[in-house]
């Protein structure tokens, strides 16, 4: 889940209309990951590399079995 821009906006607009109100921790988390430069790509790398050692064993499986 990553926040568009538009909700960054509008989040950062409600924060400075109402200073004296703290974000709640979805606004917070939303926030956040809005911060994290290139946070699209890494999630894809992370999930990626979780898959990987998966992706692996079933390749050498099926290279194996029809060999």
Do not use: H
Not at 21 to 28: M, R, V
């Amino acid at each position: 889940m990553m926040p568009t821009e538009d909700e960054k906006t509008q989040i950062l607009e409600a924060q400075m209309s109402n200073p004296d109100i703290p974000l709640g921790s979805a606004e917070n988390f939303l926030l956040t990951l809005g911060s994290i430069s290139d946070l699209e790509q890494r999630l894809r790398l992370w999930a990626f590399t979780l898959e990987y050692d998966t992706i692996e064993s079933v390749g050498y499986c099926l290279l194996m079995r029809y060999c």
